[in-house]
């Protein structure tokens, strides 16, 4: 669907916007509304305010949505699947001792975010996370204290790693609008935005996790045992063997190497994806070729954790057990997440219909031309365009867009390319909110109210990318 003209000024839009996100923080915080109602219903009340006509007003609402769910559904439902065999089996504790062992308990925050720099590489922010969550809930039990201290290091390095470093498409396609050399931006952005990462996101972690006390959720894995299991246990199946006899039935937990493969196994898998789409548009590999098109199958996220289920089923779940009791514990998995998908994709409703009414379009042209520096206009514009609409990847190439142009016309150094390359990310995420999906994610995750999600992710978004910006301003006057 495409976005319709303006009915009205970009001021009135604007100002349109403003009060859809005002009056959705309303009906959430003080009148304690469900998200997922108070989302449809602002939705549909934005359609209508910013002129929309009356009979593509559903349409428009399903846009987002259904846009949103098609790439979220699936990937949650696979990652809980597997966040919960890594739960059950033991595999998450294995995992987060071996971590603990080698960086120290001290460190566990840092470990965290470490190990989510390194995988965050080939995936998206979204998959990442999720695959994440059961070694991030067990560090966080293990050591107590607030979920932020753990969660926000490693969701903090996947943010920055999907906003700056190829083969990431918003970075990917700014590089390609702009003119910037993709492995100048890959070589220059991996150092950014491990920088951008410690300063903007993981030191700013642990002060907002010593302020804000986040109790560890137990909706999406309850509390788990580290890999004993009984006829009780908290995934619903009985142990075999034990089965409605009340007898507990010990299991040895999977070696680290067997947990290790399946915690790689996606990130390998997405990574064909990804690079290869890179080295296409490089033009290394032939356009459409067979056999790279097979490779990208595998490397589709949904592709990608549908078999990364089936292997640990294999490696998992049928150590001691039935397919049966698999079965079980994967549909218990499942029940928890339905609210966050809902309120995720209606998160997405919002933004899509912000999208389409025009705001973005007519806040970006009266935008193009500021009269300040390239490098400033490429921050503001990206940072108004991703405050507007929610979307980090349409801030990024849209801004892409309107600057081509003018940096065509300007003569600039490669360097200078991907500075405005990382200026651009850099906007892109700052300010998450209301009308972003990814913030809802977090929320839901970590058992957030709006309010306290406001007070930390949104903060934390915006010293990483302000952080990132700092950075881009020194490559530019270097370039």
């Known amino acids: 669907m495409e976005a319709i003209d303006p009915a009205y000024g970009t001021s009135t839009l604007l100002l349109i916007a403003a009060g859809a996100v005002a009056l959705l923080l309303f009906l959430i915080i003080k009148v304690k509304l469900h998200a997922f109602v108070a989302l449809v219903l602002v939705s549909a009340l934005t359609a209508l305010a910013a002129g929309i006509p009356v009979a593509d007003v559903p349409s428009a609402l399903t846009y987002g949505f259904s846009n949103t769910l098609g790439s979220v559904a699936l990937l949650v439902g696979f990652g809980v699947m597997i966040g919960r065999l890594l739960e059950t089996t033991g595999g998450a504790q294995v995992l987060a001792d071996t971590l603990i062992g080698r960086f120290g308990e001290k460190r566990a925050p840092l470990a965290l975010g470490v190990a989510a720099l390194l995988f965050g590489f080939p995936i998206f922010f979204d998959a990442g996370l999720v695959v994440f969550l059961p070694i991030i809930m067990t560090v966080a039990r293990r050591f107590g204290g607030s979920i932020l201290l753990y969660a926000f290091p490693a969701a903090g390095a996947f943010a920055a790693m999907h906003a700056i470093v190829p083969p990431h498409p918003g970075p990917v396609a700014a590089s ?50 580290g890999g004993r299991d009984t006829d009780t246990d908290d995934d619903g ?61 595998l490397g589709n996220t949904p592709i990608a954790l549908l078999i990364t289920v089936l292997v640990a089923t294999l490696l998992l779940g049928l150590r001691n057990r039935s397919m049966a009791d698999v079965s079980d514990i994967l549909d218990n998995a499942l029940g928890p997440i339905c609210a966050i998908i809902l309120i995720t994709g209606a998160g997405g409703m919002f933004g899509g219909v912000l999208r389409l009414s025009g705001i973005g379009d007519a806040l970006s042209s009266s935008l193009s031309n500021l009269g300040i520096s390239l490098i400033l206009q490429a921050f503001v514009i990206s940072t108004l365009l991703r405050v507007a609409q929610g979307s980090a990847t ?86």
């Open 394 to 479: 349409v801030a990024l190439t849209t801004t892409a867009g309107l600057l081509s142009a003018a940096v065509a016309s300007a003569g600039l150094g490669s360097i200078q390319l991907t500075a405005l390359v990382i200026a651009i990310a850099a906007g892109a995420t700052v300010l998450s909110h209301v009308n972003d999906s990814g913030f809802w994610l977090v929320s839901r995750f970590f058992g957030m109210d709006v309010k306290t999600t406001l007070k930390t992710w949104t903060v934390l978004e915006t010293t990483l990318g302000l952080s990132a910006f700092v950075l881009s301003l020194g490559l530019w006057a270097i370039g």
């Open 176 to 225: 390609e609008l702009l003119g910037a050399n993709i492995g100048l931006t890959l070589i220059i952005g991996v150092p950014v935005a491990v920088v951008s990462w410690y300063v903007g996101a993981f030191l700013v972690s642990q002060v907002i996790g010593r302020r804000v006390y986040v109790d560890i959720p137990a909706s999406l894995f309850g509390e788990i045992n």
């Open 237 to 297: 199946v009985p142990a075999a063997g034990g089965r409605g006899t009340g007898t507990t039935v010990t299991r040895t937990a999977p070696s680290f190497l067997t947990v290790l493969v399946v915690l790689l196994l996606p990130f390998v898998l997405i990574s064909f994806n990804t690079v290869l789409d890179t080295l296409m548009t490089a033009g290394v590999i032939e356009e459409g070729a067979t056999w790279a098109e097979y490779l990208k199958l």
